[in-house]
């Protein structure tokens, strides 16, 4: 069912998360381990991540470099066909345009219409790590803007090469949204009138990065409304797990922590006490959140469901 479908039907705020394919040489066991303890929280639908190839210098013994392609991360297309398959779940994969050739999109949305899947967060993908910036795929998008045309040409019929008015897709389009604005945008209004765009040419919800601070949130979603974006606004939350995640997730996501979050977590006296901090504190978002009427709690688990579950129990 569409994303959009679930939230009309609802009441109440909804629960929802996102994983991380494990890293190779796992098995969808580990998978299944990041799943089980959240179904309690009846999710309609599960986020999967998708990740580029990225390279690595392999040094020869005369000296030289050789630049070589390596996926550090398995399917995400095999592991939602599996969490359908186990858990009867929507799954919703993440399209990214780093990486894929137009062909190559098309036919990855054509295996995700085969396998009974109805909604993609379309993405443009984050740089490789050998890359500076995103370096877009020849043959390939450069915006997520440009994807998300294509998926709306295969709904109407559309194919690249060829009109097929009988093989429609019917995807729900998701797209992301940064209530602090992206990094690589000069300033918030940029930034948004790209994140209309994506809006205008027909996604149909929008997921955020993730944030701390409430007001950045409700600003982002009032400046949505007063711009005639009406489509749900799903908020992306991430507990904080450890201390070091003070450095690494403003680093990372470009985010900030709000002073009173910074100084409750550097006063613990040791990596429990950060946990609980984080868990309070995202309980505390959380009860604002479903007060505001946030659509759905959507939670970055990284595939560790422990603080989730702490935090689900407590909310819903
Ligand atoms: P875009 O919407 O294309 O925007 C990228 C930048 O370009 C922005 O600064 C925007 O303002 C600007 N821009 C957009 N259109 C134009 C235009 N026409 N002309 C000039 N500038 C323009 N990354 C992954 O690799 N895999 C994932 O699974 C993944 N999941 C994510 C899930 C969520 C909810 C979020 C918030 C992010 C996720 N990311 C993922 C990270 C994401 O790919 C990066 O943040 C990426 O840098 C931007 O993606 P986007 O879709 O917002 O890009």
């Known amino acids: ?17 996102e994983l991380l394919p494990p890293i190779k040489g796992k098995s969808i066991d580990d998978i299944y381990r990041a799943i ?35 996926r550090k991360r398995p399917g995400t297309v095999a592991i939602c066909a599996a969490i359908m398959n186990k858990y009867k779940v929507d ?13 190559e999109t098309e036919n990855a949305l054509i295996d995700l219409k085969f396998l009974g899947i109805d909604n993609v967060l379309v993405l443009r993908g984050d740089a490789r790590q050998a890359d500076n910036t995103f370096i877009p795929t020849p043959g390939g998008h450069q915006y997520a803007s440009e994807l998300l045309e294509q998926v709306m040409n295969m709904n109407n ?36 009138k790209y994140l209309k765009k994506k809006v205008e040419l027909g996604a149909e919800f929008i997921v955020t990065q ?26 992306g939350l991430k507990p904080i797990t450890n201390s070091k995640q003070l450095i690494s997730l403003p680093k990372i996501f470009h985010i900030d922590i709000p002073e009173l979050l910074s100084e409750a977590i550097s006063a613990c006296k040791n990596e429990q006490q950060v946990k609980e901090a984080g868990i309070e504190w995202m309980i505390e978002q959380c009860k604002e959140l479903i007060k505001i009427g946030a659509p759905v709690l959507h939670f970055y688990t990284m595939s560790n469901p422990e603080s989730t579950k702490r935090i689900a129990d407590a909310i819903f």
Do not use: W
């Not at 569409?2 to 629960?15: M, P, S, Y």
């Not at 799954?91 to 062909?103: Q, S, Y």
């Open 91 to 103: 799954a919703v994969p993440h399209l990214i345009c780093g990486g894929f050739t137009k062909e």
């Open 1 to 17: 069912m569409k994303i959009t479908d679930h939230i009309k039907r609802a009441n109440q705020t909804l629960f929802s998360f």
């Open 157 to 192: 019929g559309k194919y690249l090469h060829e009109d097929h008015q009988a093989f429609c897709t019917d995807f729900c389009v998701g797209v992301a949204g940064y209530p602090e604005k992206h990094f690589e945008s000069p300033n918030l209004k940029t930034d948004f």
């Open 36 to 70: 089980d303890p959240l179904m309690e929280f009846n999710p309609p639908f599960i986020d999967v991540t998708y990740h580029r190839e990225d390279f690595i210098y392999k040094q020869h013994d005369n000296g030289l470099l050789e630049k070589v392609s390596y």
């Open 210 to 235: 993730m944030f701390y601070d409430i007001e950045k949130y409700k600003n982002f979603v009032a400046l949505c409304r007063e711009n005639d974006i009406h489509v749900p606004i799903i908020p």
